[in-house]
């Protein structure tokens, strides 16, 4: 059984930083792609980016390159996304997300529970 | 880049009518890499459909995808309660690209 698991809710200040992990069980870690989603509130889906763990490439929106990194550690079977320069609309429910194998990033069946992630002064 | 835009934002029905929920691209896209999501409050999206038309895993057969190039519909035949909820398209691939999500509310 597939799980993805996050780590807690976080209160930064605008202009800071944050990293969000999300550690899988049930299955290689390899053979899928992680991606990180994000929704503010209220407001839609949004991709942030994805890692092909299998191999250490990633893939950015263009909003979002230099200041999204993504990464993957194979030893733990731990995704990792940091945003920097945080503002308040960056206050939003991060996802991480698999997909359905190791070189697409979607479809999307299994999503982590999601972190709160609240930018505030 | 891609644009999906879904239509209506909101769609106001009763239990036991069809719901029709329009995805539409801004440019061409293949069937092959086109997805609808269920979310409802305080949940993550599931899966509901991929390849524009198959069915996920566990959906049950009163929610029907189809469509190509740049039009792609989600119907749902006979809302049930629990059908109550926001819906997402997406486009996938080497990269993922969202719909702004249609809301079905009881009328």
């Known amino acids: 059984q597939v799980h993805l698991v996050q780590s807690g809710p976080e209160v930064k200040r605008p202009g800071s930083s944050v990293r969000v992990s999300c550690k899988a069980s049930?299955?290689?870690?390899?053979?899928?792609?992680i991606n990180w989603v994000r929704q503010a509130p209220g407001e839609g889906l949004e991709w942030m980016g994805g890692?092909?763990?299998?191999?250490?490439?990633?893939n950015y929106p263009q909003k979002f390159q230099g200041r999204v990194t993504i990464t993957a550690d194979r030893s733990t079977s731990t995704a990792y996304m940091e945003l920097t320069h945080l503002r308040s609309d960056d206050t939003a429910v991060y996802h991480c997300?698999?997909?359905?194998?190791?070189?697409?990033?979607?479809?999307?069946?299994?999503w982590g529970q999601g972190t709160l992630v609240t930018v505030s002064s | 880049e891609i644009v999906l835009t879904q239509s209506p934002d909101t769609l106001s029905l009763s239990p036991g009518e069809r719901a029709t929920l329009s995805c539409r691209a801004s440019?061409?896209?293949?069937?092959?890499?086109l997805a609808w999501y269920q979310q409802k409050p305080g949940q993550a999206p599931r899966l509901l459909i991929y390849?524009?038309?198959t069915r996920a895993t566990g959906i049950p057969d009163r929610f029907t995808g189809g469509g190509s190039g740049t039009d792609f519909t989600l119907a749902i035949n006979t809302l049930e309660p629990e059908d109550f909820a926001v819906y997402h398209c997406?486009?996938?691939?080497?990269?993922?690209?969202f719909g702004g999500g249609t809301k079905v509310e009881i009328k």
């Open positions: 997300v698999r997909g359905v194998d190791a070189y697409n990033f979607g479809p999307n069946y299994h």
């Open positions: 049930g299955g290689s870690f390899t053979s899928y792609s």
């Open positions: 890692i092909l763990p299998i191999l250490g490439t990633t």
């Open positions: 440019r061409r896209v293949s069937s092959s890499y």
């Open positions: 390849a524009a038309s």
């Open positions: 997406q486009l996938f691939g080497d990269s993922l690209t």
